[in-house]
Structure formats: structure tokens, C-alpha cells
């Protein structure tokens, strides 16, 4: 995403990056970043919390605009979760591939989602 969006920023297209991993945006050097200390995959806020997803949402467009400085990022206030569990859970593991693996059958979060996917 930061190569595209420095691509966008040469060509006059204003970007904000919004991201979970800080590590990755700074890496990236997108042009502006809001980062969201959430687990990898909830950069938009929590699920089925419109509120919060709002509030970060809102962070993102008004860095839109409101970061002048290249290569700035906005570190949002406010935590997964009260006890930080998410990010042990993380971080715990024996240093083996934790992913799942590859399976070509679409996955939904929710019957809704398949319903609406598959139509």
C-alpha cells in the first residue's frame, strides 16, 4: 500500500495509510499513516463496533489533510482490548507457521456474509 500510495502522492492524489503494524508502515514510508495499535486485519476499527470504527475512520480522513509533514504517522489513542491479551496471544508461539492452510473454499465471517457474497 505505501508503494501505491507514493505512486498516488507523485501523480497529485492525496493518501493516508491506515495500518496495524507499525513496523510495516514504517518500512513502507507511505506519505502519510495513521496507526492503529489493533491485531493485523482490524485497521478500520473493531468488528461490529461502528463507534470505534468511526472514530478511526474519522483519525484517517482529517490525516488526510491535516498531516503536511512526508512520511508522518498518527499514532491513534485507545487498546484492543483492557489487558493487552490480544497481543500475547500473538506473540505467543513456538516459532512454527501458525497460519492456516491454504484452502480454496471461500471462508465468511458470518452466515450473513455468505448469504451475501453467494447471493
Request: aromatic content about 6%; overall charge negative.
Amino acid at each position: 500500500m505505501s508503494l501505491a500510495a507514493r505512486h498516488l502522492e507523485a501523480r497529485g492524489i492525496a493518501t493516508v495509510c491506515l495500518g496495524s503494524a507499525r513496523d510495516i508502515l514504517e518500512a513502507g514510508a507511505p506519505p502519510r499513516a495513521v496507526f492503529v495499535d489493533y491485531p493485523l486485519g482490524h485497521s478500520a476499527g473493531k468488528p461490529r463496533d461502528r463507534a470505534d470504527q468511526y472514530r478511526v475512520v474519522r483519525a484517517a480522513l482529517e490525516a488526510l489533510h491535516g498531516v503536511t509533514t512526508p512520511g508522518a504517522m498518527v499514532a491513534l489513542p485507545g487498546s484492543w482490548d483492557s489487558d493487552g491479551a490480544w497481543r500475547a496471544s500473538a506473540m505467543a508461539s513456538d516459532g512454527g507457521d501458525t497460519r492456516m492452510p491454504r484452502d480454496t473454499t471461500p471462508q465468511y465471517q458470518t452466515e450473513e456474509d455468505r448469504r451475501l457474497a453467494e447471493g
